[in-house]
C-alpha cells in the first residue's frame, strides 16, 4: 500500500481507527486494510491526539502505507469550525482542535464530523442508494442520531441535527443537573441502563442477567427500549424519514431491537422497519473515510 485513508471513530469509552488504500477508482468500496480498538483517554485532548498519532503510525507500519491521503474523525460531539467538539461531555477537553493537531503531525488534510453522522454515512455508501432516506440512532455511552434525507446528510444550521439525547423526555428537561449530556441522554446512556438493575455492574451483566431471565434486568431493558422508541417516535413526527438503523454497543444488540419495535407500534408507528446495522461497529470507521473521500480538502 503506498497511499492510505485513515478513519477515526472517536468514543466515550473507545476510539476505533482503520486505515484503507487510496485506490484509483473512487467508486471502488472502501474495505479496511487492518483496525485497531484503543481506550478513550478520560481527559481527551492532547493525550487522545498522541493515542491517535500512535496507533496510526502502527497501522501505517503494519500495512506498509508510506502517504496519508486524508483523515476523516468522528467523535462523540457536534463539531466546530476550530476542529474541536462542543456538546460532548464524554470526550474530556472538547477545546482541543483534533483536524489541526492532527494533520500537523501526520501531514494530511483532516475533515471532522460528529460520529453517528459519519455512521450514517458509513449505512448510505452500503445501502448503495444514492437517494435513500433513514436515521442512524447509536446508543452506548450515549445517544445520538446521524440523518439521511434523499441520500443527502442533514447537518443543521449549527451542525447538531440529530442531537437527539437533547429532546426534552425521559428525565426532568428543567432540571439543570439533566442539560449536560441532555434529558434523554440521561435516560437512555450506559452507565443509566447499568444502575437500573441493582445486580449487575456493567452494561454486559444487564444483558446476561436479563437472558438469564431475571426480572429486574428485564425491565431495565423494557425501559431502554421504552425510552429509545420515544426518541424514534418524535424524530418520525418531525422529519419522517421512512426508517432506522440501530448501532452503538447497546442499540446493536438484539435483545433490544423486538422491544424498540414494540413500543414503536404502541406508540402509534407499526409500519416504520427498525433494522440493526449490518457493519457493526465498523461502520463509523468506514463512513469516516467515506468523509474524507469526499471532502475537496482530503481529495486524492
Given amino acids: 500500500m503506498t497511499r492510505a485513508w485513515i478513519g477515526i471513530d472517536l468514543g466515550g469509552t473507545k476510539t476505533h481507527i482503520g486505515i484503507a488504500p487510496v485506490t484509483d477508482d473512487p467508486s471502488t468500496p472502501i474495505a479496511l486494510a487492518a483496525e485497531r480498538v484503543v481506550p478513550t483517554p478520560r481527559a481527551g485532548g492532547a493525550e487522545l491526539c498522541d493515542v491517535i498519532v500512535a496507533t496510526v503510525v502502527e497501522l501505517m507500519r503494519q500495512t506498509d502505507a508510506r502517504e496519508l491521503a486524508g483523515i476523516g474523525i468522528g467523535g462523540a460531539g457536534v463539531p466546530q469550525p476550530d476542529g474541536g467538539f462542543s456538546a460532548a461531555p464524554n470526550l474530556g477537553d472538547t477545546a482541543f482542535d483534533f483536524a489541526s493537531a492532527l494533520s500537523d503531525r501526520l501531514g494530511a488534510p483532516v475533515e471532522v464530523d460528529n460520529d453517528a453522522n459519519v455512521a450514517a454515512l458509513g449505512e448510505l455508501v452500503a445501502l448503495g442508494d444514492e437517494r435513500a432516506s433513514f436515521g442512524y440512532v447509536a446508543v452506548g455511552t450515549g445517544i ?79 425501559a431502554q427500549a421504552r425510552w429509545v422508541a420515544h426518541a424514534l417516535a418524535t424524530v418520525i413526527a418531525v422529519v419522517d424519514p421512512g426508517a432506522f438503523v440501530l448501532g452503538g454497543g447497546i442499540g446493536s444488540r438484539e435483545e433490544l431491537h423486538a422491544p424498540i419495535q414494540h413500543w414503536l407500534e404502541r406508540l402509534g408507528y407499526p409500519d416504520v422497519p427498525v433494522r440493526i446495522s449490518s457493519l457493526g461497529s465498523a461502520g463509523a470507521v468506514l463512513g469516516a473515510i467515506e468523509l474524507a473521500r469526499r471532502s475537496p480538502a482530503t481529495a486524492a
Fill in 144 to 222: 445520538g442520531m446521524g440523518l439521511i434525507l434523499d441520500g443527502a446528510l442533514i447537518r443543521g444550521a449549527s451542525l447538531a441535527a440529530g442531537e437527539i439525547g437533547y429532546i426534552p423526555l425521559g428525565t426532568d428537561p428543567l432540571d439543570p443537573a439533566n442539560h449536560r449530556r441532555g434529558a434523554l441522554e440521561e435516560a437512555v446512556a450506559g452507565d443509566v441502563l447499568a444502575s437500573r438493575d441493582a445486580g449487575a455492574s456493567t452494561v454486559r451483566e444487564v444483558f446476561e442477567r436479563a437472558a438469564a431471565g431475571v426480572p429486574e434486568a428485564r425491565e431495565a431493558l423494557d
